[in-house]
């Protein structure tokens, strides 16, 4: 991959110069899903596979980018910094997200005084929730702070790329995504709070065991999915509870006290919601406690729980992960399987004994293909460090 990159970084940009190199990688959560904007716990790992770029300064007052994804041919995307206003539609949408980036920066006080041109290549399937949105989002402030000395840390720089996010790009994610690209760390997950950002890293000790990623191959596109309703069904069942109760987030609540006070909930679908986001941060939290414990059994069976939650409550699965699921969960060898992600499409997590690993890719494979007249995608995937700037 690398050696394509600097031969296309030549002739995309005319240049003979060495440009800096740099990874962002995907993330993975394996428990906690859809509790991040809602004040909970997340428990994600960032992964091997990811973003890579190349990345230089130049003469001038311009950004230029290039996508050896989606770019077909040899011209750059090329804008002034200060032209930088709103998004963008059409075939270089994916340019929004670094558009978003600068426009973040430029309203916190960051300067751009001088050119940049940076080419892409990720490995991160597009569409299956493993976070690539949220990998370029930090990379790109990663290669800001780095060429242009802006001296932005990690907790900033998932801050920057949220913001971004939701106020440029107009997807209304909370901050889990971003966070675990930035600060993650090799060998370990993160178990965040996301309502005052407090962490701490526990060692991913799975024995055996192995992490494999199934891409149903269903893409999703958070913006134009009912992801956006989610949040605003979610918003309603706070401002319902607030009147009776005194907290500021869903998450402030345990699955005792939505019950005593559910009756304030007028809609019984934003109760279901409601009922998703609260078992769901103590599921994460249980969750890291048994990884610490070393009870991968107990972390497996929270794993199964959190799906048909997010199956039944939350509503963001599709049939085609609910198959995935439940062949998993079907499996010899398998300790637990869940949606990850977003949902409306994307990926599963699962947690398999090093030798069930091939006849799970075997068996899951051919029946997911009997069952939906789909092919699944399968990745066995290993804990990365967060986004920087990798040795050349």
């Known amino acids: 991959m690398t050696e394509k990159m600097y031969e296309q970084f030549a002739k995309v940009f005319s240049t003979t110069a060495h440009p800096e190199k740099f990874f962002s990688p995907g993330r993975v959560n394996l428990i906690g899903e ?3 904007h809602e004040g909970g716990y997340v428990f994600p790992c960032a992964i091997n596979y990811g973003i890579y770029a190349l990345a230089q300064k130049r003469h001038g007052n311009t950004l230029r ?7 077909t ?32 920066l430029k309203k916190h006080g960051y300067k751009f005084e001088s050119g940049v041109d940076i080419l892409y290549n990720g490995n991160l399937p597009d569409g299956a929730g493993l976070s690539s949105s949220a990998a370029l989002e930090v990379l790109t402030v990663k290669i800001f702070s780095e060429l242009l000395e802006l001296h932005i840390d990690g907790v900033s720089a998932a801050k920057f790329s949220q913001e971004a996010e939701n106020s440029f790009v107009g997807m209304h994610c909370g901050i889990m995504d971003q966070f675990a690209v930035s600060m993650g760390k090799k ?5 965040l709070n996301c309502s005052t950002l407090e962490y701490f890293y526990a060692p991913l000790e799975l024995g055996t065991c192995k992490i494999i990623i199934t891409n149903s191959n269903v893409p999703h596109s958070l913006v134009s999915s009912e992801y956006n309703l989610r949040r605003t069904q979610c918003e309603e069942a706070l401002a319902d509870i607030q009147k009776v109760k005194n907290i500021s987030c869903l998450c402030d609540l345990s699955v005792n006290d939505l019950d005593e006070v559910s009756f304030a909930v007028k809609d019984p679908v934003t109760l279901r919601r409601a009922r998703h986001a609260v078992s769901e941060n103590e599921r994460a939290s249980r969750a890291a406690q048994a990884l610490r414990a070393g009870d991968l059994h107990t972390f497996g069976r929270l794993m199964n729980a959190s799906h048909v939650s997010l199956r039944d409550d939350y509503q963001v699965t599709v049939k085609e992960l609910d198959v995935l699921a439940s062949l998993a969960w079907e499996m010899p060898g398998v300790i637990g399987s869940r949606m990850t992600g977003g949902g409306f499409g994307g990926c599963t997590v ?16 051919r029946e997911y293909e009997k069952r939906t ?20």
């Not at 995307?77 to 600068?102: C, M, Q």
């Not at 030798?355 to 899951?364: L, P, Y």
């Not at 789909?374 to 050349?392: C, H, I, Q, W």
């Open 65 to 71: 980018l290039y996508s050896m994804n989606f770019d």
């Open 350 to 365: 699962s947690i398999v004994e090093h030798d069930a690993v091939e006849k799970f890719i075997d068996i899951i494979g």
């Open 73 to 104: 041919d040899t011209l750059p995307f090329e804008i002034a910094f200060d032209d930088i206003h709103e998004k963008l539609t059409g075939a270089r949408s994916w340019v929004n997200y670094p558009l978003g980036i600068v426009s973040v």
């Open 187 to 191: 060998n370990n997950a993160v178990l």
């Open 373 to 392: 007249g789909r092919k699944a995608s399968f990745y066995v995937v290993e804990t990365s460090d967060g986004a920087g700037r990798l040795n050349s």
């Open 34 to 36: 859809h509790t991040d």
